[in-house]
């Protein structure tokens, strides 16, 4: 859609107020709703707002940045409407007084990856698996949904809410292909056809709302926190990941007669994700919390490792359907739900163009299970490990010229800034484990 058909489809649709989006630098959404009579000059000029006041933006004498409206993200917005009365959304683009996008917008950071790979003759691809915990609130205390287990059946009560949050995200022209209970009790994962890397962040975005929205006005809590119950399985988000050859119209990453059938860039895509993997982790992976997800014993990705059959491989490769070329594809599993989908789909298409432009080499795939090889046993197979902690992945995110590149001085250095200060506010903490163990030693 253009400008006008926003304007025609916004009074068809009856649409009294508009809600222009964007997120913040961790990816929350942040927001500035209007009457629907000033959509057309908003449409022509934008709206103003002040940068300063949200994290890691801009500083007070440079604060003033405007929102200018996507009009293909047009829709409207469900829970908020009426069959009177409408509120629509609009995701928007930031831009600086003199008409420049805004260097610390992570949705125009991932535009510029884009633009890249399209200049190399290539669309990015991506089909995200978002997983959650549903709690239902007991006084001060939350308790899973329910106790069921991987693949059970339904309740009641999840089948409706399920039905609620996919005929709300159809209503934003998201395609959802699955909603399946998980490992965990209460735990959830959504997945959504694939599309292009901008259209999937928009979608991740917009999912993730809705899934607050309607599951808030039953009562229930959501959270996207990657390991909120010790001792059970945490919420990752894996990410199924092609290139496609525009001038050949077809998946870069198939070849019929490769032993996997993926084709040298496949290979050389995924060299360069595994090389860059390290100090990617504080964007794939942002908070402390992340960190304990990727532990061993619970199908989180430890080992810097890349298989097809192997779960316990950060990098796999999925099986398809032999006359389904299109569906070639690689899937990386560390991403976690709390992650910023705009800056985590720019640095993993970077790295992969990295190893594209660079040839880098796979090392061989290992299809044994991992977590049952010993620290000797992984020294002599030379296989590297993940970050352990957020202050690791900071560290790594230091010397890799890389991430510095895709995100800008401006982001990279507020990011790095408002990521150590919430490391240094964690080791400040005395926590109930602590006391417990060391009270009355």
């Known amino acids: 859609m253009d400008a006008k058909e926003v304007l025609e489809r916004a009074k068809a649709d009856r649409v009294i107020f508009i809600n222009l989006q964007f997120t913040d630098i961790h990816g ?30 801009a500083r007070i004498h440079e604060s003033d940045l405007y929102l200018k409206p996507d009009p293909s993200t047009y829709s409207i917005i469900p829970w908020l ?53 549903l709690f239902k609130e007991n006084g001060d205390h939350r308790i899973p949904m329910d106790h069921s287990g991987y693949f059970d059946l339904a309740s009641d009560e999840i089948h409706e809410v399920s039905k609620e949050i996919t005929a709300c995200l159809e209503t934003f022209g998201i395609e959802v292909e699955a ?14 056809r694939y599309g292009n890397a901008l259209l999937t962040s928009d979608r991740l975005i917009t999912l993730r709302t809705t899934v607050r929205a309607i599951t808030q006005r039953r009562n229930l809590k959501v959270t996207f926190m990657p390991k909120p119950i010790m001792g059970l399985a945490g919420s990752g988000m894996h990410v199924h990941q092609s290139l496609f050859d525009i001038k050949a119209n077809k998946n870069a990453f198939y070849d019929q007669k490769d032993k996997y059938r993926l084709s040298r860039i496949a290979y050389n895509f995924m060299a360069g994700q ?28 430890v080992y810097i490792s890349w298989a097809r059959i192997n779960r316990s491989a950060l990098i796999r490769v999925p099986q398809w359907f032999e006359d389904k070329s299109a569906s070639a594809r690689i899937e990386l599993r560390c991403p976690d739900p709390a992650c910023n989908p705009y800056l985590a789909f720019a640095v993993m298409l970077a790295a992969g163009l990295d190893g594209i432009e660079k040839n880098m080499r796979l090392p061989e795939p290992v299809e044994e299970d991992l977590y049952s090889f010993d620290e000797e046993r992984l020294g002599e197979m030379k296989i590297d490990t993940l970050p352990s902690s957020l202050s690791e992945a900071l560290e790594a995110m230091k010397e890799d010229r890389m991430i510095e590149e895709v995100l800008g001085e401006h982001l990279y250095k507020r990011y790095l800034k408002i990521k150590l200060k919430e490391w240094n506010e964690f080791k400040m903490q005395v926590t109930k484990w602590e006391l417990e163990k060391y009270f009355d030693v």
């Not at 942040?30 to 933006?57: C, H, M, Q």
């Not at 884009?114 to 915990?133: C, Q, S, T, V």
């Not at 964007?283 to 304990?292: A, F, G, Q, W």
């Open 81 to 133: 409407s009426s069959s009177e009365e409408r509120t629509a959304r609009l995701i928007c683009d930031i831009y600086t007084p003199d008409g420049k996008p805004f260097e610390g917008d992570p949705r125009y950071i991932l535009k510029k990856t884009i633009e890249k790979a399209e200049k190399m003759g290539f669309e990015y691809n991506l089909g995200p698996e978002l997983e959650f915990y």
């Open 274 to 301: 595994l090389h860059h993997i390290k100090g990617m982790m504080p964007i794939l992976c942002p908070t402390v919390n992340s960190y304990k997800r990727l532990i061993t014993g619970f199908e989180a990705p």
């Open 179 to 192: 909603m399946h209970h998980e490992v965990g009790p209460g735990q959830y994962e959504i997945d959504f």
């Open 28 to 57: 929350r959404l942040k927001e500035i709703t209007a009457p629907v009579n000033r959509l057309e000059d908003i449409l022509k000029y934008g709206a103003w707002f002040d940068g300063s006041s949200i994290e890691g933006f």
